[in-house]
Structures are given as C-alpha cells and as structure tokens.
C-alpha cells in the first residue's frame, strides 16, 4: 500500500521493489483501484465501469503518457509503454469546465451535458473493458488534455501507479472507473469504484487454474512474456 500522499509511479516502484524483496515467492500481481474514465461514443466508458489493461500493437498494455521527449509545438514522443451512489453520472462538453468556486456539480448546467446514444444501463451491471491504461505522475482534471490523449492513443482510463510498475513486476491493471478525468472530477463514485474493480479481482483469482499459477514463474526471476500474462487476464 503507498503511503498517504505519496500516489505515483515512482512510490509505486518503491513499493513493489519493497514486496519482492520479502516475499521471494511472488509469481505476478493485480493492481486494483480506481482511474479516471476516458469516456468515447465507440467505447461506452461510463462510472462504475472496470478497466483491464490489455496489450496493443504499439503499447504493452499501459503507457506512460508523460514520459517522453518534447518535440516541435509542444507534442510528446512517447518513450515508455508501459451499494451504487446515487445517479451522478454525468459526462459534460469537454469545452465546458467546472465551474472553479462550486465543489460538486450541483449547480452545474445539465444543458452542457453529452447526450450519450448507448443503450440503457441496468443499475448494479458494471461493463468490463479491455485496452490501454494511461499512467502518469500527475492526477488527469482537465477534458481538453483527456481528448487530445484519447484521440492520439486511444486510452480507456488515466492512473497514477501502474507505470511505476510495469518493467519490476509483472501485473494485470484492474481499475473501476470514478471519474471523467476532467475538472468536474469529485470522490462520490470512489468507493462503489474501488468495489467493482475488486469484485472483478477475486473473480478473475476464482478461475485462474492452481497449476498454472504455480507453474509460473516468480516476479523475482526473468519477466514473463507478453504472450504468456496475457493469458492470466484472459
């Protein structure tokens, strides 16, 4: 567990370092929290949502999206892959900002709000989503970055840990979705976030076969391939 105040992916690094050292048996891990949602019309992102990592053809899974090297007008090249609240789900205009004095969204005008074209949810059935984690250093509040991000790697969610991780010890991102990575974000969706994305935890350890685990190798010894991890989140 990271120390309050210290989220991110250096702490996250120290930590996992911390764990291997002593427990030697460690054979891979599951990162489980919450993460700000990358909502899209193609990918029906919404709160209380689970996000899986899940390799690309370019990414393994996360990238680092502020890890990098700065190029002409400001653009990034990238350099490392790496019971239900209330109904508050609202997803605004990315051109429409939360207002700065108001602490909820209250006052908020639902005139600004996306019109969603998606079928109706059912209240307690969360969707699973498989693709690429963002991971960075700083917490992601502002829509306009969250688009520009989404458009140019195609994201489902932002995080601050699993960068961190990634190249030390071999783990599957399970993240619930909280928020909208934008300035509206708030800690409402939080708890019930953190639920699903640990529901879906021990299912997956449910049917995860005894001797597959056992033969897999430690954290501790040569990484296991992509080929061979995916399977695990399978």
């Known amino acids: 567990m990271l120390r309050t105040g210290r989220a991110g992916t250096t702490s996250a690094a120290v930590v996992a370092t911390q764990i291997l050292s002593t427990f030697t048996g460690i054979r891979f891990g599951l990162m489980v929290g919450v993460g700000g949602g990358v909502p899209s019309e193609e990918n029906g992102v919404r ?60 006052d908020c005008d639902d005139d600004e709000k996306i019109s969603r074209t998606e079928p109706e949810r059912l209240p307690d059935q969360p969707l699973i989503h498989y693709g690429l984690i963002a991971s960075g250093n700083q917490v992601m509040r502002d829509e306009i970055t969250r688009e520009t991000l989404r458009k140019e790697l195609n994201i489902l969610c932002f995080e601050m840990e699993a960068a961190g991780l ?37 299912e997956l350890l449910c049917i995860i076969p005894g001797p597959q685990v056992s033969h897999t190798r430690t954290a501790t010894e040569v990484m296991p391939k992509h080929g061979e991890w995916s399977q695990l989140g399978a």
């Open 47 to 106: 709160l209380d949502d689970v996000v899986i990592c899940k390799p690309t053809a370019s990414f393994g899974g996360v990238i680092q999206y502020d890890n990098g090297k700065t190029e002409l007008e400001g653009r990034i090249a990238r350099i490392g892959s790496l019971n239900q609240p209330p109904d508050q789900d609202k997803l605004f205009k990315p051109e429409y900002p939360h207002p700065e004095d108001k602490f909820t969204c209250a």
């Open 166 to 202: 990634m190249n030390t010890f071999p783990c599957l991102m399970i993240r619930g979705i909280c928020d909208y990575a934008d300035s509206h974000k708030n800690r409402i969706w939080q708890p019930y976030a953190a639920a699903t994305a640990a529901a879906y935890a021990k």
